[in-house]
Antibody
Framework: EVRLVESGGGLAQPGGSLRLSCAASGFSFFTYSMTWVRQAPGKGLQWVSTISDSGESTNYADSVKGRFTISRANSFDKLYLQMNSLRPEDSAIYFC????????????????WGQGVLVSVSS | YELTQSPSVSVSPGRTAWITCSGDALPNQYAYWYQQKAGQAPVLVIYKDTERPSGISERFSGSTSGTTSTLTISGAQAEDEADYYCQSSDSGGTYVVFGGGTKLTVL
């Protein structure tokens, strides 16, 4: 059974940092790209960042570029999102998802999702 | 790059619901559809325009014509009430883009 379990969320002050983790199990983690998607309260889904299966290629939404860093540890089946210079508008539920790498006219589907972790940015 | 969805669609039980998604790159990029019930994580229901993941009801189908992709839910049931999001990639096929979501009401 594929499982994705996020952790590391919580309350941060504007300008502060948080590091989200996602523990993956039930599949060969190193063969899949991984993606973070967020959802502000009462709002729609927003793509945040994607990392390739090897970790060599990464993409970021313009709204987080330069502030967030996606990484992975294939030896430990873990995905991470380092979030720096946090802003109130970064407040959202952050979902860890499998897939999402795009190329050649197609994207790998986001076929499994974690339950999400809440990030709140407020003074 | 944007994908445009109607904010809401209503359907009577047992009837067919159509949820559309418009985007200039859809003729060249696949569409994906996700169902999100209240308080839950999204679930993939259609990928690559028309494909249905295992475990997803046959009542869900997808199609694309020109710049519009459509999710069709046949014989709508109360359990289908949810938010539905389309997803594709930008025109360069580099990153994920979501539509704004459509709230389906079954009444």
């Amino acid at each position: 059974e594929v499982r994705l379990v996020e952790s590391g969320g919580g309350l941060a002050q504007p300008g502060g940092s948080l590091r989200l983790s996602c523990a993956a199990s039930g599949f060969s983690f190193f063969t899949y790209s991984m993606t973070w998607v967020r959802q502000a309260p009462g709002k729609g889904l927003q793509w945040v960042s994607t990392i390739s299966d090897s970790g060599e290629s990464t993409n970021y939404a313009d709204s987080v570029k330069g502030r967030f860093t996606i990484s992975r540890a294939n030896s430990f089946d873990k995905l991470y999102l380092q979030m720096n210079s946090l802003r109130p508008e970064d407040s959202a539920i952050y979902f860890c998802t499998r897939g999402g790498f795009c190329g050649g006219g197609t994207c790998f589907p986001l076929d499994f999702w974690g339950q999400g972790v809440l990030v709140s940015v407020s003074s | 790059y944007e994908l445009t969805q109607s904010p809401s669609v209503s359907v009577s039980p047992g009837r067919t619901a159509w949820i559309t998604c418009s985007g200039d790159a859809l003729p060249n990029q696949y569409a994906y559809w996700y169902q999100q019930k209240a308080g839950q994580a999204p679930v993939l229901v259609i990928y690559k325009d028309t494909e249905r993941p295992s475990g997803i009801s046959e009542r869900f189908s997808g199609s694309t014509s020109g710049t519009t992709s459509t999710l069709t839910i046949s014989g709508a049931q109360a359990e289908d009430e949810a938010d539905y999001y389309c997803q594709s990639s930008d025109s360069g096929g580099t990153y994920v883009v979501f539509g704004g979501g459509t709230k389906l009401t079954v009444l």
